[in-house]
């Protein structure tokens, strides 16, 4: 769309700026009354929070992955306030180790809901994407 032309020019800036500074966008969301959903890289604490759910479910694994969703409150030394943490653990048949996904959030959804909106979000991006390529 004509309305998205050098989108680029005015995010890269902004994106440049807080790559290195996680807990300064967070504040600045929050400050600015925004909703938000942002993917967490693992870390040693963040698993330390959840290992509870990383125990081997007993018994003969299904077909369809096991999923676990769980939200918390974490807080870096680096962030000047606790930002609640929502959490996916899936366990799959053969694999040995879970697959673990971590998001910070503000939103007020159960922890199931916030990644099921994390994960709309990529599709939507993969729909943009398909248009794109479709069109050259």
């Known amino acids: 769309m004509h309305s998205a032309n050098d989108w680029h020019s005015v995010l ?6 807080y790559s290195d500074a996680n807990p300064d966008i967070y504040t600045l969301l929050e400050k600015e009354d925004y909703l938000y959903a942002i993917r967490l890289p693992a870390n040693q604490n963040l698993q330390r929070s959840i290992e509870h759910l990383l125990t081997r479910p007993v018994g003969r ?10 939200s918390f409150t974490c807080q870096v030394k680096s962030w000047d306030t606790a930002c609640r943490v929502g959490v996916k653990v899936e366990w799959h048949q053969g694999e040995l180790f879970p697959r673990v996904g971590f998001i910070v959030t503000n939103l007020s959804r159960s922890a199931e809901r916030v990644v ?3 994960n709309g979000r990529g599709t939507a991006v993969q729909w943009i994407k398909e248009g794109k390529n479709a069109v050259k």
């Open 12 to 17: 890269e800036p902004v994106v440049a700026r």
């Open 61 to 70: 694994s299904s077909r369809a992955p096991k999923r676990i969703y769980e």
């Open 116 to 118: 099921r909106f994390y």
